[in-house]
């Protein structure tokens, strides 16, 4: 090198001394997520037609279809996040939306059951391993 | 001769985030052999070809390793591509170039950091890491990811750029070029970060080629070789200059990091200026069959991917060839005749990455 120098940092490190924090001060502020982040995946489960091809294309197995019974279930613990099921999907009714589930000490299963139509009603659903969510595609700490 | 003693190094290491582990064999303070042994982080991901399909394995090549996750999506996918004779339409091609030219800043930043670490600079390296967050969130609003993108696909990329994001990169990528120059600067010319780096591991042209040293290692020992060249991706349609130093030691390799940012900076404002409209995936139907061998240029150097197909939905071999792989053995001829204390110094200055070489 050229020219050497004792202070070249020194601008920096007191700028730095006297400017605001760089990082955002979660959890007093919220987190701020671009829309395409890749959250958790959410089912509008009164189009989906039990095909499982989003369980068939899932990597990690996170994904069961009952076509049976018509649920839907999902390991959250072994989901990647990857967006290959939301992909796979015919009908359009999964989607991966920024948030985070909440974090937790043992593995879980989320289960959701499709409504009975009002002209074929399908037999009852079996009792899954999970309390069947009422309603699907709602927020992950309301889903949990 | 001094008493020989054998000091075990890794693979949990102050300095070092990668499981490496070496057996340095010492007399007094020099070092006189370094013996590796590697397979702390070994997961078996290239044996998955066999229970996960093609299409899902796209997603499991860019889990190779957590820097380099774009490279390795894109080199598999350019490998099943090639078998499967599909081509990606060009606006994939250079959205793929744009991640593949962020990762390296990203990962030339990530790297800068941990040199500045390890020199026991530490503001130096909340400096380095506080510009690869910009990169990092020019990642998560295109991807929706920081470090795992899962973009890539068979056939082109999943997720489209649109003109605001191609804006908000170009602006970003001015930003950290504008704060970048203070801190290259300090890595450059301080006279403390050169007593330690300078005329440190001189690694000669001669030795580098012979060895098989790749990437900025290969470059900063004056070979003018850059895989980037072969022109894959929109790299044909891009001007890639290889980057290079002549002294071959660990500032030179430190140099030659810090330019290619600058390029990567160049090459991102290309890529944005002639972006092409047009489709991002082409359909792809059937299965692989046939066999396919690629080489691209990460952040570390040059990868190879190998792929084997049947004609079936799985894949006979998965094959990949990383970087710090071929960085290790002249890394090994850089440790012989050094004192202790620069060991984790120059093990730094090949950027290992323990995880892509085990898989
Ligand atoms: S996002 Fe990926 S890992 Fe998660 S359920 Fe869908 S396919 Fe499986
Ligand atoms: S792919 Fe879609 S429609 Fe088919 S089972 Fe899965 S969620 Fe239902």
Same mark, same amino acid.
């Given at each position: 090198?050229?020219?050497?120098?004792?202070?070249?940092?020194?601008?920096?490190?007191?700028?730095?001394?006297?400017?605001? #924090?760089?990082?955002?001060?979660?959890?007093?502020?919220?987190? +701020?997520?671009?829309?395409?982040?890749?959250?958790?995946? +959410?089912?509008?489960?009164?189009?989906?037609?039990?095909?499982?091809?989003?369980?068939?294309?899932?990597?990690?197995?996170?994904?069961? +279809?009952?076509?049976?019974?018509?649920?839907?279930?999902?390991?959250?613990?072994?989901?990647?996040?990857?967006?290959?099921? +939301?992909?796979?999907?015919?009908?359009?009714?999964?989607?991966?939306? #920024?948030?985070?589930?909440?974090?937790?000490?043992?593995?879980?299963?989320?289960?959701?059951?499709?409504?009975?139509?009002?002209?074929?009603?399908?037999?009852?659903?079996?009792?899954?391993?999970?309390?069947?969510?009422?309603?699907?595609?709602?927020?992950?700490?309301?889903?949990? | =001769?001094?008493?020989?003693?054998? $000091?075990?190094?890794? @693979?949990?290491?102050?300095?070092?985030?990668? @499981?490496?582990?070496?057996?340095? $064999?010492?007399?007094?303070?020099?070092?006189?052999?370094?013996?590796?042994?590697?397979?702390?982080?070994?997961? %078996?991901?290239?044996?998955?070809?066999?229970?996960?399909?093609?299409?899902?394995?796209?997603?499991?090549?860019?889990?190779?390793? %957590?820097?380099?996750?774009?490279?390795?999506?894109?080199?598999?996918?350019?490998?099943?591509?090639?078998?499967?004779?599909?081509?990606?339409?060009?606006?994939?091609?250079?959205?793929?170039?744009?991640?593949?030219?962020?990762?390296? $800043?990203?990962?030339?930043?990530?790297?800068?950091?941990?040199?500045?670490?390890?020199?026991?600079?530490?503001?130096?390296?909340?400096?380095?890491?506080?510009?690869?967050?910009?990169?990092?969130?020019?990642?998560?609003?295109?991807?929706? %990811?920081?470090?795992?993108?899962?973009?890539?696909?068979?056939?082109?990329?999943?997720?489209?750029?649109?003109?605001?994001?191609?804006?908000?990169?170009?602006?970003?990528?001015?930003?950290?070029?504008?704060?970048?120059?203070?801190?290259?600067?300090?890595?450059?010319?301080?006279?403390?970060?050169?007593?330690?780096?300078?005329?440190?591991?001189?690694?000669?042209?001669?030795?580098?080629?012979?060895?098989?040293?790749?990437?900025?290692?290969?470059?900063?020992? %004056?070979? @003018?070789?850059?895989?980037?060249?072969?022109?894959?991706?929109?790299?044909?349609?891009?001007?890639?200059?290889?980057?290079?130093?002549?002294?071959?030691?660990?500032?030179?390799?430190?140099?030659?990091?810090?330019?290619?940012?600058?390029?990567?900076?160049?090459?991102?404002?290309?890529?944005?200026?002639?972006?092409?409209?047009?489709?991002?995936?082409?359909?792809?139907?059937?299965?692989?069959?046939?066999?396919?061998?690629?080489?691209?240029?990460?952040?570390?150097?040059?990868?190879?991917?190998?792929?084997?197909?049947?004609?079936?939905?799985?894949?006979?071999?998965?094959?990949?060839?990383?970087?710090?792989?071929?960085?290790? @053995?002249? =890394?090994?001829?850089?440790?012989?005749?050094?004192?202790?204390?620069?060991?984790?110094?120059?093990?730094?200055?090949?950027?290992?990455?323990?995880?892509?070489?085990?898989?």
């Amino acid at each position: 090198m050229d020219q050497w120098k004792f202070t070249p940092f020194l601008h920096t490190a007191l700028k730095n001394l006297f400017s605001r #924090p760089d990082t955002v001060a979660y959890p007093f502020k919220p987190a +701020v997520y671009p829309d395409r982040m890749r959250g958790h995946v +959410v089912i509008q489960i009164e189009d989906c037609i039990s095909c499982g091809l989003c369980a068939r294309s899932c990597p990690p197995g996170a994904l069961r +279809v009952d076509r049976a019974a018509g649920t839907w279930t999902i390991s959250r613990f072994d989901c990647v996040q990857c967006g290959s099921c +939301v992909n796979a999907c015919p009908k359009k009714c999964l989607a991966i939306v #920024p948030g985070y589930t909440t974090p937790d000490g043992e593995k879980h299963t989320e289960t959701f059951t499709r409504p009975p139509k009002p002209d074929a009603a399908p037999a009852q659903p079996k009792p899954a391993a999970a309390p069947a969510q009422p309603k699907p595609a709602a927020a992950p700490e309301q889903a949990q | =001769m001094a008493k020989q003693s054998i $000091v075990p190094f890794g @693979p949990q290491h102050p300095v070092l985030p990668e @499981p490496v582990h070496l057996d340095l $064999v010492l007399e007094d303070e020099t070092v006189v052999k370094a013996v590796p042994s590697i397979g702390f982080v070994h997961r %078996g991901l290239e044996k998955l070809v066999e229970l996960k399909d093609f299409k899902q394995y796209v997603y499991i090549a860019e889990r190779v390793c %957590g820097i380099c996750s774009f490279g390795h999506g894109l080199g598999y996918c350019q490998c099943v591509e090639d078998i499967m004779g599909v081509e990606a339409p060009r606006r994939a091609a250079y959205l793929r170039t744009i991640w593949m030219e962020m990762s390296r $800043v990203h990962s030339h930043l990530l790297w800068l950091g941990l040199l500045a670490d390890a020199l026991g600079f530490e503001s130096l390296f909340m400096q380095s890491w506080r510009l690869r967050e910009k990169i990092l969130d020019m990642f998560d609003l295109t991807t929706g %990811g920081r470090i795992i993108f899962s973009v890539n696909c068979i056939g082109g990329v999943l997720k489209d750029m649109d003109s605001g994001m191609l804006v908000q990169i170009s602006r970003t990528v001015d930003e950290i070029e504008r704060e970048l120059r203070p801190v290259a600067d300090t890595f450059l010319r301080d006279v403390t970060v050169g007593s330690r780096l300078n005329g440190l591991g001189v690694l000669s042209a001669e030795d580098a080629k012979g060895m098989g040293a790749v990437g900025p290692m290969l470059r900063a020992s %004056g070979v @003018p070789y850059d895989s980037r060249l072969t022109g894959y991706a929109a790299y044909g349609d891009l001007s890639v200059e290889p980057i290079t130093a002549t002294a071959g030691d660990s500032m030179a390799r430190c140099e030659v990091r810090i330019r290619e940012i600058y390029q990567s900076f160049r090459l991102i404002r290309e890529a944005i200026a002639k972006i092409p409209q047009g489709d991002i995936a082409v359909p792809v139907k059937g299965n692989p069959n046939g066999e396919s061998f690629m080489r691209i240029e990460q952040p570390r150097g040059e990868a190879i991917y190998y792929v084997k197909a049947n004609g079936t939905k799985f894949l006979d071999r998965f094959r990949l060839r990383t970087p710090t792989t071929s960085n290790i @053995p002249p =890394m090994l001829d850089l440790l012989r005749g050094c004192q202790l204390a620069d060991v984790a110094l120059l093990i730094l200055t090949i950027d290992p990455c323990i995880s892509c070489t085990e898989r």
